[in-house]
Structures are given as structure tokens and as C-alpha cells.
């Protein structure tokens, strides 16, 4: 009888090693090494690649045109993936457990179905009962929606061809398997084999596909790397499971840009759209408090109001805290680096905690003059002088305010809830004044703009 065989394999980056590592010699990560048995490649065929008949031709002659895309009748969905679902495309989602990743695909299919015909739903972690449970929740009950609880991805790869659905649903990833091969669903190679299945079908029959993955303690998407690199699109699900408020984020698309957000409410009966996000982060400000700033964010095309919260507190031993949610820390550092050398300010002894209302994450540099005005706010005890204002600014390192990118679009979404005064540099003034009702006050420096807290 011929010996076993055996190789370890790391279960975040893919790296395979004839000997059992404690450290993973290509991510660095600790106990990540599995064992999984070599398979006789005359034994095992790996799943074809895509087949195509297709020959090498010049690109000029090569016709172009828009990609067939699915409505899948729900808007902010529609807006993160760029216009729709486009056909024979692997669009994979990750999130925390319980955010709301399958209750979302299913009330996609169920409009898919309803529209566009046959819609399969596989299921590896609940049965069919439970998932009509949550259908009849969701309202969720289309004529042409089928469900099946399968794990094996060639039974499954049978149905397709059987029943040659519109659309494919797979939850999850991580628990489908395929028999030739003898490590345990959700390893390393269980996973990219039958990814690569799923990729072959739906790029040979177009069909889209939609994968649930799970996702580490660290937030990040378990499983290789290489799994991002072979699908079209990644969703990622924010939020927490104790707020009601969700966002969907494209961290990769083929097919569109990633800089789009969707905003969802999650609710008994499902997830629901919200079309004006600045109202539903704005809803609990309260302009006379101090250390309470309205700045302004673009995701995509769409420009959002948030409100920033600062509090500062004497230290009371050993070195200051920094602590920020939605904000980069090393921005706030950076912001508190030039309130001490370019103000004056005194906040070598002082905790400092910023958070963003509502669980967003801040990216670019149009909040930085409203984190820097929220810490002074907060360290003098004195609100904002003027009520239904907002701030928008870069701060350089020499305390002087520059302009950044579509501030219009933020200036008219102010107009638009109802503030009366917006704080912008002094060149981004002279671009908006004349568009807007609104009152534009222009500074130069950091140390104008801490003028408006009185």
C-alpha cells in the first residue's frame, strides 16, 4: 500500500509547506497551517478552466458596447454594483454575522425572480423550511424562486444544468465541498476549487452568481486572498447588529466604481432603502451642545452630512488617550500635532475621543477642519456660535485651511436640509457663493475658523 502523503497549507494566504509551521512563512500569520492530504493528479481532475473558442484579435477590431445588466428592483443595491447585476458576473458579500447578508440576497431574488424568471437559492447552513420562514417574513415569495439545502458543488453544478436559472444565490462559500478532495469544507482548497467551478458555470452558461462569504474576527474576509481576485465584485456589509442602520460598500467591481455606498434600515420585515441618508445621521443633532460639528462627506456621486462628536478630558495618569471611531487615527493625530503648535491649544495632558455618528467611516480630508473645530469646542466647553452650520476644509501642516474636491455638491446638500451657514476656504468661496442661498464664510487659516466658537 503506497504511503499517504501529506502538505500543510495556510488558511489565510494559501502557502503550502511540507512540514508544519507555527508561523506561516507568507502572511506571518500564527497557527494558520493545516494539514491536507496530496491527491494523485492522475486521480483527480481539476474543475476546466473556460471554455472558449474564441482566437487572439486586434484590439481596435474588437466590438464594444454596455454590459447586459439584471434591475434587481432595489436601488441602493442597484448603486453599489453600478446600474444593475451584470449577466455571467461572481459578485461575492462578506460581512459580520447576523448584519443582514442573507436577508438581503433573499429579497433580491425573490424581485429578480419576479421578473427575470428562474432563481436558484442554495443554502449550506439552513434548511429549506428555515429559509421559507424568513421568506414569509420578508414577503418574499415569488412564483419562480426555488430553494435547495445542497453542499456538494457538483450536485449543485446539476441543478444549474438542469434547471438553467436567471440567477444563482450560493450561502455560503465556506461550507460547499467537492469530493475529490479530502480537506474539510472551507479550507483553502476546498474553497478556491469550488469558486472556480461556480466561475466556470456562470461564465459559460451567463448566468450571475451571488456568494456569501464569512468573515475573520478581524473583520477582514476569511479564506485566501486569492478569492477576491477571482470573482468580479466584492460587497462588504457595515454597521453594528445593535443599530438598525446598514451600509453596503463595494471594496472591488468590475463593472462600475467602488467609491458608492447603499444605505439600508433594517427592520422586522426586511431591509429598507434610505434614500436621504443626511436626515437619517442628522436626526439626533443637537446644535447647542458642545464639541457637536456637521461636516460633510462625497461617496460616489452622492454627498452625505454626518455629525462629528469630540469630548476632552483631563488626563489622569500616564500617557493621553487618542481614540476614534469612523475617523483615521493618524489623521486625528496629525489634527491634534497643529491645534498645539499652530493654536495653542493644550493637549499634552488631555484624553481625546472622536466618534461619527451613525458608524460611518470618514475618507478624504473634507472633515479634517471640522474634527479640529469639534476638539476645540469641546476643550473650551463653548458650542458653535451660529446655529445650522457646517464646516468643510482640509487642514495642511502649517494650519492653513485648503479647498477640497465637490464641495458644491456638499454646499447644495447643506442648502437642502436646511443649514444657513456653511465654513469653507477662502478659494472654495469664491467658486460656491454664487450657486447657493446660503451663507458662505471663507477663512484662510485654522486659527479664522476657531473665530466661529465663541
Known amino acids: ?77 442597484n448603486r453599489v454594483l453600478g446600474g444593475g447585476l451584470v449577466k455571467g458576473s461572481l459578485t461575492l458579500i462578506s460581512g459580520e454575522p447576523g448584519i443582514g447578508k442573507s436577508t438581503l440576497i433573499l429579497q433580491a431574488s425573490s424581485k429578480i425572480a ?6 436558484l437559492y442554495v443554502s449550506g447552513e439552513e434548511s429549506e423550511e428555515q429559509i421559507k420562514m424568513r421568506a414569509e417574513r420578508l414577503e418574499a415569495l415569488a412564483d419562480s424562486l426555488y430553494i435547495v439545502s445542497e453542499t456538494n458543488i457538483d450536485v449543485i453544478e446539476g441543478y444549474i444544468n438542469e434547471m438553467e436559472p436567471a440567477f444563482v444565490l450560493i450561502d455560503s462559500v465556506q461550507t460547499l465541498f467537492k ?36 468573515v475573520t474576527k478581524q473583520g477582514e474576509l476569511a479564506g485566501p486572498r486569492v478569492l477576491e481576485h477571482m470573482v468580479d465584485t466584492v460587497l462588504h456589509f457595515e454597521g453594528e447588529r445593535t443599530q438598525e442602520y446598514r451600509i453596503l460598500r463595494a471594496l472591488k467591481n468590475r463593472f462600475g466604481t467602488t467609491s458608492e455606498i447603499g444605505v439600508f434600515e433594517m427592520i422586522q420585515e426586511g431591509l429598507i432603502e434610505v434614500t436621504n441618508p443626511s436626515a437619517i445621521f442628522l436626526e439626533s443633532l443637537n ?5 457637536s460639528i456637521v461636516v460633510a462627506m462625497v461617496e460616489g456621486t452622492r454627498p452625505i452630512l454626518i455629525e462629528i462628536q469630540a469630548l476632552v478630558t483631563p488626563t489622569n495618569a500616564g500617557f493621553p488617550r487618542r481614540t476614534a471611531v469612523g475617523v483615521d487615527l493618524n489623521r486625528l493625530n496629525l489634527i491634534i500635532a497643529v491645534l498645539e503648535k499652530k493654536v495653542g491649544l493644550p493637549l499634552m495632558n488631555q484624553d481625546i475621543y472622536i466618534n461619527v455618528v451613525g458608524g460611518l467611516k470618514l475618507e478624504g480630508t473634507s472633515a479634517d477642519l471640522g474634527v479640529a473645530m469639534a476638539i476645540y469646542s469641546s476643550m473650551q466647553g463653548i458650542a458653535m456660535a451660529s446655529k445650522d452650520t457646517m464646516v468643510i476644509g482640509e487642514i495642511s501642516l ?25 465654513i469653507v476656504s477662502e478659494r472654495s468661496k469664491l467658486r460656491t457663493e454664487d450657486a447657493t442661498k446660503i451663507r458662505i464664510k471663507g477663512v484662510n487659516t485654522l486659527r479664522e475658523a476657531l473665530h466661529f466658537i465663541k
Open 1 to 77: 500500500m503506497a504511503k499517504v502523503k501529506t502538505k500543510y497549507i495556510c488558511q489565510q494566504c494559501g502557502y503550502e509547506s511540507p512540514k508544519w509551521l507555527g508561523r506561516c512563512m507568507g502572511c506571518n500569520e500564527w497557527n494558520t497551517m493545516e494539514e491536507e492530504v496530496i491527491i494523485n493528479r492522475k486521480d483527480f481532475k481539476r474543475s476546466p478552466t473556460i471554455v472558449s473558442s474564441s482566437k487572439p484579435q486586434l484590439i481596435k477590431s474588437v466590438k464594444s458596447g454596455a454590459y447586459e445588466r439584471y434591475n434587481t428592483e432595489i436601488n441602493e443595491l
Open 114 to 119: 419576479e421578473k427575470y424568471g428562474k432563481v
Open 179 to 214: 469530493e475529490e478532495l479530502t480537506s474539510a469544507p472551507g479550507s483553502v482548497s476546498q474553497v478556491k476549487e469550488c469558486v472556480n467551478n461556480l466561475m466556470r458555470i456562470g461564465k459559460s452558461k451567463n448566468i450571475p452568481m451571488f456568494i456569501v462569504a464569512h
Open 287 to 291: 446644535t447647542e451642545a458642545e464639541g
Open 398 to 422: 502649517t494650519g492653513d485651511l485648503r479647498p477640497v474636491s465637490h464641495t458644491e455638491k456638499m454646499v447644495k446638500e447643506a442648502e437642502k436640509m436646511g443649514f444657513t451657514t456653511c
